[in-house]
């Protein structure tokens, strides 16, 4: 009992010392750029303290996971912000899985995953028999029964007994181990530490009940027999109903039930998958009567007219939800779908679906607004605590934190590159973007890099200067471009050149059924004006894809999306572009830029514009380089 409460007191005292430790911070404090370039740092530091795990470096990765937490906190009190902060929590979740997996190669006994765990049956069921009967049956004072399980999942009148996953947070075992007159059992001596082992442990390993039915007497588990399903009985509609199954519950059951209440252990052994799997029921059976609201279990837990109030830790159902779900039982639980057994998840359009339906009834001025609020959600997801600075024109949404002159001269370049980008590919129209195409302009890498790991979820090479990402319905349309100056030198393009490649992969991008990641992302390295380009870069990426070809094992793989990193994949389509107009002209090249991207096999293109297979044409770029 004695080591529970100092496990308890340890963890408010460290709770108390957080809260004590971010309660000062500013919260107008923004974090500069050499904080950024210090958590960066971190990053990397906490990584190697990962590779230090891995290596069984265990005191190693433990001071160097000490060390990034005291580095973090010195940056936070320097730049006077709190772990709100985007980047700030980004580090310190870093952080934090660290010392978890530290302390599960340090402590490997800790902590088991319920399939090695604690059976509830055999070890819980015993000690709760033998300790708590005798006052929580069903004269239990205060609601309280345990002699089933079904009675523990519901609690007494001062809630909830069980914090699955979280034996600290649990009623159960605060009253297993407070001091004095307080404790359970009351007028009884302590439990024995083991037996508050067993429980805290199956606690924290989900509370997990290992029989069919929680009605049986803990004093009977084991002698039971397997519970029978229920006979399903699916009612049809007759014309006369208000609500639809498919339009109005199914929907949902989908947005809130599916997170808790499907899978192979659904909680309560309730799953909403199927029709069918909602009329059987869960661990206490039916939970909804046809014409019963009284008797159905699911409405009442719904409507909050049961503890506890579902669905749990997330926003409630709406009062049009709510009206359904009553209409809905009182009309005789209606099926108005093909099959009971068919998915909820195939009867209901997804989430994209439900976007892509939004996005096709929006006016153009909708969709700039729509453009506009995605926009600055990036800006946020990305710099936080950097105000950026707009600029519209009629094709482009620019944002950026460079100066706004320098705004205003890329919006400019933008709408002449436009142009060179019409005639390249010989259409008579501008490309059409709904909404504008947003145009991100960051001065330092760090803010580049940081928008790749934050919007993109990868950590971009130091090679990588733009891209581009246009998504077939506009959900997504921009571009991303590190400001590198104007002048063209071996390690960097100037901002215009790299500025223009990415606009030809926000153009290759617009409606194409299929990406060939050379294509996307390098052609427009050689297609743009000739002025933009400098001969020392091109002569980098040169020798870049040159190097990487070399161990290309079968040379038509050039043309096949994975075969190379992004950065490399850059540099061979530009060397590949470059070929394929040397061995055609710009006409042809257009003609199979079409194919490719509307889907055709890039052998056939091959053979059809160039008269040669996509090996031969391969093999051709390798001997160019050479």
């Not at 004095?180 to 439990?191: D, S, T």
């Not at 094709?395 to 436009?418: C, Y």
Request: aromatic letters at 8%; one cysteine or more; a positive charge.
């Amino acid at each position: 009992m004695t080591r529970f409460i100092t496990r308890q007191s340890l963890v408010l005292s460290i709770n108390f010392l957080l809260v004590a430790l971010f309660i000062q911070v500013p919260t107008q404090a923004q974090l500069k750029t050499e904080h950024r370039r210090e958590l960066s740092a971190l990053r990397k530091d906490v990584s190697k303290a990962s590779s230090l795990i891995r290596r069984k470096k265990l005191e190693e990765a433990k001071e160097a996971i000490d060390k990034a937490e005291e580095k973090l906190k010195e940056i936070m009190e320097d730049a006077g912000v709190d772990e709100k902060d985007r980047t700030i929590a980004g580090v310190l979740k870093a952080i934090s899985f660290q010392k978890a997996n530290l302390e599960r190669k340090m402590n490997p006994g800790a902590g088991k995953g319920k399939n090695v765990g604690i059976s509830f049956s055999k070890q819980v069921a015993p000690i709760l028999a033998k300790n708590c009967l005798g006052c929580h049956d069903d004269t239990a004072r205060g609601r309280l029964r345990l002699d089933t399980f079904a009675g523990m999942r519901q609690g007494g009148m001062t809630g909830q007994l069980l914090a699955p996953g979280n034996a600290q947070r649990s009623l159960l075992m605060a009253k297993l181990v407070l001091p004095g007159q307080q404790r359970m059992p009351r007028g009884r001596g302590p439990l024995a530490q083991n037996d508050l082992k067993i429980i805290a442990d199956w606690i924290n390993q989900g509370a997990r009940y290992d029989q069919q039915d929680p009605s049986i007497m803990l004093t009977n588990l084991g002698k039971d027999k397997p519970m029978k399903k229920p006979e399903i009985k699916v009612a049809k509609p007759d014309g006369t109903e208000t609500v639809s199954f498919q339009k109005d519950i199914a929907p949902m059951f989908v947005k809130f039930c599916f997170r808790c209440h499907s899978g192979n252990n659904p909680d309560s052994g309730f799953s909403v998958e199927t029709f069918e799997n909602i009329l059987i029921g869960g661990d206490s059976g039916e939970v909804l009567i046809p014409g019963n609201l009284e008797e159905s279990r699911l409405f009442r837990l719904t409507g909050g007219l049961e503890n506890p109030r579902m669905p749990q830790g997330q926003a409630r159902i709406t009062r049009k939800n709510y009206e359904d779900l009553k209409a809905w039982v009182k009309e005789g639980i209606k099926y108005d779908g093909d099959d009971p057994k068919i998915p909820l998840r195939e009867m209901v359009p997804s989430d994209a679906d439900d976007l892509a339906a939004r996005l096709q009834k929006m006016s153009e001025d909708e969709f700039r607004q729509y453009r506009k609020a995605k926009a600055e959600s990036h800006w946020r997801k990305t710099l936080s605590s950097a105000k950026p600075l707009t600029v519209a024109t009629e094709k482009f949404l620019l944002m950026g934190n460079v100066e706004e002159s320098r705004l205003l001269e890329t919006a400019k370049w933008a709408d002449a590159i436009l142009l060179d980008v019409q005639k390249q590919f010989g259409t008579n129209s501008l490309p059409a973007w709904k909404g504008r195409l947003a145009i991100y302009v960051f001065k330092d890498r760090y803010d580049y890099d940081e928008f790749n790991r934050s919007i993109e979820n990868r950590q971009p090479a130091k090679t990588l200067f733009g891209h581009a990402n246009v998504t077939a319905n506009f959900d997504d349309a921009y571009l991303a471009v590190l400001d590198t100056g104007d002048i063209n030198a071996t390690s960097k393009p100037s901002l215009k050149w790299t500025l223009a490649k990415s606009l030809f992969s926000a153009f290759l991008q617009t409606n194409a059924k299929a990406r060939p990641d050379w294509l996307m992302e390098g052609a427009g390295w050689a297609l743009t004006n000739q002025q933009y380009r400098g001969d020392a870069y091109q002569r980098s990426m040169m020798q870049s894809a040159a190097d990487v070809l070399q161990e290309l094992k079968r040379p038509e793989d050039l043309f096949k999306n994975g075969t190379f990193a992004p950065d490399a994949t850059e540099h061979v389509g530009y060397v590949t572009t470059r070929f394929l107009l040397s061995k055609g002209n710009l006409q042809q090249f257009r003609q199979f830029t079409k194919m490719v991207i509307d889907g055709r096999d890039v052998n056939d293109a091959c053979r059809a514009v160039y008269n040669a297979t996509s090996a031969n044409l391969a093999q051709g770029v390798l001997s160019a380089l050479r």
